[in-house]
């Protein structure tokens, strides 16, 4: 499988990531092992998970993510044939949270315990932290870098003013610079990553690991109406795209999904790696099928028209005008 090199540093991923947030939340311990074996005997290379994936759990603190993901790479010995992003700075409670030096020391730390491993190939600031000098936060990046820690750094929800200021103070500074951006981005949340981050990220050679990629499952198809994501877990992040931009989004995906012998799902992921911006979407899927049917996508190369096609009925433009 063709690997994608993730910005300016030495990564070189597979076109998708395996999104870790659904380990310990909808995909147990046994689950998530053998959805990783496949991703891997697949060709696919590089997994992403958090420091607080998944404390939204009633009874979870976070870390039970890369506990699992851990404890895969120790039972398969097989550390060197992925690399593994994580992150820190998400809000875990009370003094848990932001981008200070010393708990993005501590937090490292605790993500290597847990992990099973003495080094992070991608340690990402998880959410913007405008109350800890960025300087800072680059600094311990660097401490951390020195140790062989980690091994490089990314942004990750963050806006792109703040984005520019910290690679300007990386450069500045002389300290480590962040190597990608972890954004929202999917055919319908389009308008910020175009019109702010994406001109940033082409202009700074930044990668692009971007989350929901499926809008949450909406871009699958197998949301059409309120009763379709009632009691599901993911039901909160669906609702809001079920309007009349969307449903003209789902029309134009059935319509190339036809054409193309496909899924919805599958032209959605074929529409962003057709995107010369984007790395690698992440991915996730809690059994084989739902796996398998990714990996497919990797295959699916849409034609101009088709793009095209689902580029007008996307298009935020028409969206805010109308």
């Known amino acids: 499988m063709k690997k994608r090199k993730l910005g300016h540093s030495e990564l070189e991923i597979s076109p998708f990531v395996f999104g870790g947030n659904v380990m310990g939340w909808t995909v147990d311990e046994a689950t998530a092992f053998t959805l990783l074996d496949a991703f891997v005997a697949a060709g696919f290379n590089a997994i992403d998970t958090a420091d607080s994936y998944s404390q939204w759990v009633p ?131 389009r308008e910020e990553f175009e019109t702010q981050l994406e001109p940033l990220c082409v202009k700074e050679g930044l990668g692009v690991i971007n989350y929901f990629p499926l809008g949450g499952g909406f871009l699958s198809g197998k949301y059409r109406k309120e009763e379709d994501f009632a009691n599901k877990p993911r039901g909160r992040n669906v609702k809001k795209y079920l309007n009349e931009r969307g449903i003209r989004i789902l029309d134009a995906l059935d319509e190339v999904a036809k054409r193309s012998n496909a899924t919805p799902a599958k032209v959605s992921l074929a529409w962003l790696l057709a995107r010369p911006s984007i790395t690698a979407p992440i991915v996730s899927a809690t059994n084989l099928q739902q796996l398998n049917d990714l990996i497919a996508s990797v295959e699916l190369k849409l034609d101009p028209s088709s793009i095209e096609l689902l580029n007008r009925a996307s298009s935020y433009a028409a969206s805010t005008a109308g």
């Open 59 to 189: 009874g979870h603190v976070g870390g039970e993510s890369e506990t699992i993901i851990g404890k895969w790479m120790r039972r398969g010995g097989n550390r060197d044939k992925v690399a593994i992003f994580t992150k820190v700075g998400w809000d875990r409670g009370p003094g848990q949270k932001g981008l200070s030096r010393d708990y993005i020391l501590k937090s490292a730390e605790n993500s290597l315990r847990r992990l099973q491993t003495d080094h992070i190939d991608l340690y990402q600031s998880h959410v913007d932290d405008p109350d800890t000098p960025q300087e800072e936060t680059l600094q311990a990046y660097a401490d951390l870098i020195q140790q062989g820690k980690v091994r490089f750094i990314g942004a990750s929800n963050h806006k792109a003013g703040r984005l520019a200021s910290a690679l300007e103070v990386s450069r500045n500074l002389g300290l480590p610079s962040y190597r990608s951006l972890q954004p929202n981005y999917n055919l319908y949340d």
